[in-house]
């Protein structure tokens, strides 16, 4: 009994021109115009469902975002509550892994660099609209919707008409605290129960102001000084402007037009041509130190030959 089935074998061969364009089936990289059309359709429909689908997720997301502050605040974000400290100025940006002040004091191109950063940095602040910014004192804070003012004329001889020291062997260095959404300091308000690891002259600093000044003891202290003995045998002597520390009036920060982060100046009388490692931390019951991840302080170098 005979097979009536066909045999079906393999497709014929197509050239790469007939691939391209078949006037026997008109078909074009093997398909028809209408399927050409239907799988077009299909994608256009899918990816504009599939852009509808994220827009959406975006737009529900935003909705439990605040436009002036972070969802997360404080312990629940990544920054924490615990600030470090910031310096200025910086080394150039070729050498951005450095934290080394260096210059010569006899060479005027070489301080020229240091004294421009710093005037750089203050430009900055003096920049920002002052509209909501006002006066304060210890008894007076920032009004609702507004800040307070920085006083560049309290920075002493940290000046440019003095160079900021960079003429001589007496660099000043500028402090700040890094800036943490509703953060308020819980400053040591007298002399008593203060941490043994803080510095004597800090100590005494905090003993004369809760004396002479009691209303004024809403800081944020400072300290500066060398990591080793060697390197405190190497500075002269340190001087703190306006004070000791970031006025409490500052704080929190709630990302008010015009805000800036309170500034002190440091100015190290150094003995040449000797390296000296100096750390600075910031005081407060809520600000821990660790020196490997650099919370609540801050380290660099001074060389001034």
Not at 258 to 266: E, K, M, N, S
Not at 273 to 296: F, P, Q, T, Y
Request: with cysteine; proline share 7%.
């Amino acid at each position: 009994m005979g097979d009536s089935k066909k045999e079906i074998g393999p497709p014929p061969k197509l050239s790469f021109k007939q691939f391209l364009w078949n006037s026997e089936t008109s078909q074009c990289l093997g398909r028809t115009g209408s399927s050409w059309a239907k799988i077009l359709i299909f994608y256009v429909i899918f990816y504009a469902g599939l852009a509808a689908f994220f827009a959406g997720l975006l737009a529900v997301f935003f909705q439990t975002l605040q436009e002036n502050q972070p969802k997360w605040k404080m312990t629940e974000g990544l920054i924490g509550n615990n600030p470090g400290l910031g310096f200025r100025p910086m080394p150039p940006e070729s050498n951005v892994e450095s934290t080394l002040i260096w210059y010569d004091a006899s060479k005027e191109n070489q301080h020229t660099y240091w004294v421009d950063e710093i005037e750089n940095f203050i430009n900055a602040y003096k920049a920002i609209p002052t509209t909501n910014q006002q006066e304060c004192t210890f008894e007076h804070g920032a009004e609702y919707g507004k800040v307070c003012k920085t006083d560049f004329n309290s920075f002493g001889s940290c000046n440019k008409d003095n160079k900021y020291g960079y003429g001589g062997s007496s660099p000043c260095v500028f402090l700040k605290l890094n800036k943490i959404y509703d953060w308020k300091p819980a400053v040591y308000s007298d002399a008593k129960n203060l941490p043994d690891k803080m510095p004597k002259s800090l100590k005494e600093n905090i003993n004369q102001v809760t004396s002479l000044k009691p209303n004024e003891t809403n800081i944020v202290w400072v300290s500066c000084e060398g990591e080793n003995p060697a390197d405190n045998e190497n500075i002269k002597s340190i001087d703190y402007y306006p004070r000791m520390g970031f006025p409490g009036f500052f704080f929190p920060y709630k990302n008010v037009e015009g805000y800036t982060p309170p500034l002190v100046a440091v100015q190290f009388s150094v003995q040449t041509g000797v390296l000296i490692n100096v750390e600075c931390k910031a005081w407060a019951h809520n600000i821990h130190h660790d020196r490997s991840e650099r919370r609540g302080s801050v380290h660099f170098e001074i060389m001034v030959d």
